[in-house]
């Protein structure tokens, strides 16, 4: 990063509280100026960069027309008399291309105890929808002081991504679509993004409930890269002869608005906060607000004690039949043998995995819908709880379903197009290689009736006696974020994610009258969707795992695949994240048998935790917060700690490397209490004496007495 001059704080609206110090300009309302109270960094430090807001207001032969707020004047502001919160105005903005517009816009800025929230309403008497707007915009955001660089913590599929920002600059669109480089997130997968230097960081996030609309967090590096392809490619420029315009990363909110003429509107609020720490530290900001909405689902018994699954794939989209119904149960005898709860059954509908969706038909060539529900009956008999893989997002294109029916439902793009996701491919060469693929097509969850067809699918599973379903792919909805179809029944356009929850609450409802203690499993369901599942399934790197959503919630049920046949890496994973373990021998197409090392590595892990219960399972995750563990002088990385009710911790430390032993200090914050060492081969407690070898592959928890 260019050193850059500092500056007194320059004259404008002073708005404060314990942790931020902010001031906008009196001209035209942006933001020129943002410290950190309590390490002085100077966020936003340039206050000729400084933004207000931005919109997109497409004309009919021009899409690309914006409003630049750093173009406006403001028509009037006004600062509380308590000072605790700001009120700004524009009245009737310019655009680039279409001129003046009849669009006023009110800005509010609440100094919070969390931080400062904005929000922004439209009311637009123009002819042009609004289709986007930006509110907050950072214009000049600036690393910290002291540390080498600065990182964007994003929530992903499996938990915390995480991208460089300063002095390089990792970008996720391609260089021939935007003019800069640039990173963007979206709700709901990604409610908040932390941006992190050494010791301190920046949180913005989304502080809404209602999925009412889409906000994209992004981040453009202005004016480019210094270098195209060298060691270091990605690095922002230095040389100020390099360019004329200043280097910088600018941060927009986008909101996807979509407010038509006439229409009044009104943001999701946006937290900027600031934090001293690691990314922990930043999830706290959200955790926080967290607590104001969140609920536990409905409570599963068995869930609750320590206990792992097996998956098997009855059948796939080619046709690779691998059993009949009846033979269910030689899979759940081998289960219960070895104690293990849960059978998720993937590809029981007709035509297999990923084919004929919504359809949850039985397959006539696998049984009768009888052989189904009994085979079902004496699995639960024995014990293992059969869960059945179930599939509402999408239809399956090449279906006369959907041709002749569902079409109607899809979600339907501005141009009235229907979405296309591109599939899987399964087993046949011609699947293999894309040739004869089955596309999926995303429905619009905001549709009625595209509801109650779910719900009459949904209500055949429950028909057939299972514990409960697995929803693949309840997460996302492929490219169709927005439908704009006019005889759905929704508002045009409709945020199709704000019917995930319409969807689960109709499910909830039929459970609730038919079978109270259903579990409703999901697979990698953003935070919003928590209330409405048991479990959390998603697949990790056991390496390189940040586990995001594990520190923000410490009690859900998650579950992780483990495929080796002589796996360890994800059994040790599973133990320092708090996971259940998903056994999925021969991918899935197995019986638990088939890789016995494995599965006797397994039992093990989950006969330490059974022992170990109060910390390892029913302990707090507290990620590698409250302990040290050093290794030949330098932090060893792969460990964390989980705090007991009663106070107690244990340090879950992995050995990754496949061959050789690790020797370790282990320090807790704060303890001057015993210290006792346990693995899963050796679970009764020896006493920590300074140092602790972990074998490769391994795994060794130290616990204070």
Known sequence: ????????????????????????????????????????????????LGLSFNLLVPMPQRRSNYVRGRDQKLKSFKLAVDGKSLDLHWEDVESEFAGRLRISLHGTIAATDQGLLFTMEVSNHSGNVVECLSYPAIGDLSQPPGGEKMENYACGFTGLDKHDL??????????????????????????????TGTNEGLYIGCHETANKEMVGFT??????YGLSHSENYGAIITDGKASSAPARVEMNAWHFSFVSPGENYKS????????????????????????????????IAWLNEVHSWLQIQINCAEDNLLFPYKDLVQYARQCARHGVKALQLTGWNDGGQDRNNPSHNIDPRLGTWQDLKEAI??????????????????ADQSSEWFRNELIKYSVKNMYGDYHLHPGYQYHTPTQLYDISTRRLIPMCMMCPRWREIADAEFEKSIALGASGMLFDECQHHGGGKYCFDQNHGHPVPAFVYEG???LLKGFRAIT?????DYVFAGEACYDLEYPYYNLSYFRISATRHIAGQRYIDSNKAMMIAVTGFDDRLFPNAALRFKYIMSLEPCFFKGFIDDFPITLAYVEKIDNLRRKYKSYLWDGEFRDVLEATVIREEKSHPDYSVFRGKEGKRAVVICNNDEKQPIELQV?????????????????????????VTVPALSVVVVLEQ
């Open 166 to 195: 300063l002095p390089f600059f990792t970008s996720h669109k391609g260089y021939f679509g935007v003019d800069y480089p640039t990173q963007s997130y979206f709700t709901p997968a990604t409610p908040f993004v932390i941006s």
């Open 377 to 394: 009956a004496e699995c639960e008999k024995l014990g293992v709880h059969i869960i059945l893989f179930n599939k509402y997002t999408w």
């Open 268 to 299: 999701s609020a946006i937290l900027v906060s600031c934090f001293t720490g690691n990314w922990q530290h930043g999830v706290d900001i959200y955790k926080e607000w967290r607590k104001t909405w969140y609920h536990c689902p409905w409570e």
């Open 1 to 48: 990063m260019p050193k850059q001059e500092k500056h007194d704080t320059p004259d404008g609206v002073l708005l404060e509280n314990s942790k931020l110090k902010a001031v906008f300009s009196k001209e035209n309302g942006a933001l020129i100026f943002l410290a950190d109270k309590s390490s002085g960094w100077r966020i936003q430090n340039r206050p000729e």
């Open 219 to 224: 981040y453009e590096l202005k004016p480019g």
């Open 512 to 516: 609730t009258h038919k079978k109270p």
């Open 500 to 502: 995930d929850a319409k």
């Open 667 to 691: 320090t807790l914050d704060e303890s001057n209490t015993p210290l006792m060492s346990v693995t899963p081969e050796n679970p009764e407690p020896i006493l920590y004496h300074g140092k």
